[in-house]
């Protein structure tokens, strides 16, 4: 990224085109840079990492990549939209098109803002908006996956919900250029506490790693249970200090550095750069 120029954004999501989050991250992002969305046209929430490549076919649902014909090749349609293209395909299938795809390249992958935090190792393969972050940290295009916790919210979100999420974001992206932070990290895991939470102060965290999904037969029904956000609502956690979720029950932004694949860095240098931004 050129420092003495607006970076070049390119903004997807998870929640689809349509959603407050990511009309919410546009207008805070045009401020600071130009901006480029390509988006799911639908929800396409916890599909993680997965792609359309191959499973695209006017014929059949099933994967049919046929090498006799365009082998290798996959269309993956869009449509045109006020904000940009509405794809249909997944998060990750708008990462790949958007850095390859479309000029000029992006300089920064922004990914959100999903409606409900992401927090947790557990996310990495299943967030759709983690894992559009991550597939363009694979492309070798440094990213950030910006999510909001709203728990406990009540009624329909609007994008005036989501602004203070996209103050973050936008200071990430007018303030990395020239620091060497994509230098020491692929990308960013960024998580903000509902609005209605006073959240200036951030936290340099680690995804936690307790995971704990229950299920259970009951009535001759199988059930599933996310023990992890019952004790969010409940406000009793077990995850230690330095973690994603136990920053964001203390008001705090939780922003944790990650290397791909997996790997968190939380060194000074790191923390000295966002202490500058934030």
């Given at each position: 990224m050129d420092p003495d120029s607006p970076p070049h954004v390119l903004l997807t999501n998870d929640d689809g085109i349509d959603a407050p989050g990511i009309r919410a991250l546009y207008d805070a992002l045009t401020e600071v840079a130009s901006v480029t969305v390509i988006a799911p046209d639908r929800n396409q929430s916890a599909v993680g990492r997965s792609l359309s490549y191959g499973r695209t076919s006017s014929d059949t649902d099933d994967f049919a990549l046929d090498l006799e014909?365009?082998?290798?090749t996959s269309p993956v349609p869009h449509t045109e939209h006020e904000l940009?293209?509405?794809?249909?395909?997944?998060?990750?299938?708008?990462?790949?098109?958007?850095?390859?795809?479309?000029?000029?390249?992006?300089?920064?992958?922004?990914?959100?803002?999903?409606?409900?935090?992401?927090?947790?190792?557990y996310v990495f393969s299943r967030s759709g908006t983690v894992s559009a972050a991550?597939?363009?940290?694979?492309?070798?295009?440094?990213?950030?996956?910006?999510?909001?916790?709203?728990?406990?919210?009540?009624?329909?979100?609007?994008?005036?919900?989501?602004?203070?999420?996209?103050?973050?974001?936008?200071?990430?992206?007018?303030?990395?250029?020239?620091?060497?932070?994509?230098?020491?990290?692929?990308?960013l895991n960024v998580n903000v506490p509902r609005p209605d939470v006073e959240s200036d102060e951030f936290a340099l965290t680690r995804p936690t790693e307790v995971y704990e999904m229950d299920a259970a037969m009951e009535n001759g029904r199988f059930q599933l249970t996310n023990?992890?956000?019952q004790q969010m609502a409940n406000r009793?956690?077990?995850?230690?200090?330095?973690?994603?979720?136990?920053?964001?029950?203390e008001g705090q932004i939780s922003i944790s550095p990650i290397r791909v694949p997996y790997d968190v860095v939380q060194t000074e240098a790191v923390r000295n750069i966002l202490d500058d931004i934030l």
């Open positions: 014909a365009d082998a290798f940009g293209y509405a794809v249909d395909g997944t998060p990750c299938d708008c990462a790949i098109v958007g850095v390859n795809a479309i000029e000029p390249e992006p300089d920064l992958l922004v990914s959100g803002c999903n409606s409900g935090a992401n927090l947790g190792a991550m597939e363009a940290a694979f492309l070798e295009t440094p990213s950030i996956a910006v999510s909001m916790d709203t728990l406990g919210m009540d009624g329909e979100e609007v994008p005036a919900d989501f602004e203070h999420a996209g103050e973050v974001a936008a200071a990430l992206v007018e303030g990395t250029p020239g620091t060497g932070l994509f230098d020491r990290v692929d990308y023990r992890l956000w009793d956690i077990p995850d230690p200090e330095d973690t994603d979720r136990h920053a964001l029950l």
